[in-house]
């Protein structure tokens, strides 16, 4: 219960439970609030780290991971309490035991990188002997004009178009992908990259092909877009603090993605009702569908090419 105290004229109001612990002094100590008291726990720590130096969802979600794995693969000791020693065996357990590919090992060895020298601020010395996972060498496949053809003919609707658009500009999926309205200049016949690899702005051509489809699909964006400002929706994802530099911004039309998904989802970091970019996912497997579409004599090395770097332009 709270109880009014008259001090040199001011009536404050103060919880019953700081008059009774008042000194004899009569000098009203404040509470400290327990988010105050007590500090943010590790892996917390680690990801408004992340955060704070604008990483992408899904660096964040496996660093948070790899962290978690590699405490508990030490029976819960504190990363602070290890050193290379314990971070030698993790990767070698990676490596050994569970057979993981170098890039997932690289991507571990990141993470506990980041642990240590962002978070918890120490200096680690050069790792040495670690058990690494064996890279394999592949050569690259490229398609030719007839094999890309057919595998666009396999195609239809919004994957058709995203794909060509992949194709034609040389963009990376999620590029292609995160595109806003105005991103997008039919006068210049440009796309505009925003903070692509290495967080760096480039422009790539718009293909000649893609102009008329690009304006029916935007057209049917608009559409998606005035139904979900009537349901009291309509909001998207702005990038860094431009939400709050910019209220309205998240509103307007020419912040909305050019792929919308079909469904409005939950934002893993606002926790807000948004509709989000069509999923990777979904064109990869489409890919992958019209891949096994096509003549087995002009595509024998085409599946196996899929997770080859050349061809991440189509599928990554």
């Known amino acids: 219960m709270a109880k009014l105290i008259v001090n040199s004229g001011n009536v404050r109001c103060y919880p019953s439970e700081v008059l009774d612990n008042t000194p004899d002094n009569g000098v009203i100590q404040p509470l400290i609030s327990m988010t105050q008291s007590q500090n943010p726990r590790l892996l917390e720590q680690v990801r408004q780290s992340i955060r704070l130096r604008h ?39 990676l490596a050994i035991d569970r057979q993981v590919a170098a890039s997932t090992q690289n991507v571990a060895l990141s993470a506990l990188l980041f642990l240590y020298k962002q978070v918890l601020e120490l200096e680690l010395p050069y790792i040495e002997n670690i058990e690494r996972a064996n890279r394999p060498k592949r050569l690259p496949v490229v398609f030719t004009r007839t094999e890309v053809k057919q595998l666009l003919s396999h195609l239809d609707g919004m994957n058709h178009l995203i794909v060509s658009l992949l194709y034609g500009s040389g963009m990376r999926l999620m590029e292609g992908l995160r595109l806003r309205v105005k991103d997008l200049d039919f006068e210049y016949r440009q796309i505009t990259i925003r903070d692509a690899k290495g967080h760096k702005d480039r422009v790539t051509m718009l293909p000649t092909a893609t102009i008329e489809p690009l304006k029916l699909q935007l057209q049917k964006t608009q559409q998606l877009y005035q139904q979900d400002l009537a349901m009291g929706y309509g909001s998207v994802e702005l990038p860094y603090a431009l939400a709050r530099k ?71």
Not at 73 to 87: A, C, L, N, Y
Not at 88 to 93: D, F, I, M, P, V
Not at 248 to 275: C, G, L, T, Y
Not at 279 to 293: D, F, G, M, T, W
Request: glycine content about 0%; aromatic content about 14%; charged content about 25%.
């Open 246 to 316: 910019y209220p309205n911004a998240e509103k307007e039309w020419k912040w909305q993605f050019v792929f919308p998904s079909w469904k409005r989802s939950i934002d893993p970091r606002s926790q807000q009702i948004r509709r989000h970019h069509v999923y990777e996912q979904s064109i990869q497997r489409a890919v992958k569908k019209a891949v096994k579409q096509c003549k087995p004599q002009a595509f024998i090395n085409m599946a196996a090419a899929i997770p080859c770097v050349t061809v991440s332009r189509l599928i990554y």
């Open 55 to 93: 990483f992408s969802l899904k660096p964040e979600k496996s660093y948070i991971y790899y962290n978690r794995d590699f405490i508990l693969f030490h029976q819960k000791r504190h990363p602070s309490e290890m050193g290379v020693d314990e971070i030698r065996a993790y990767l070698s357990h």
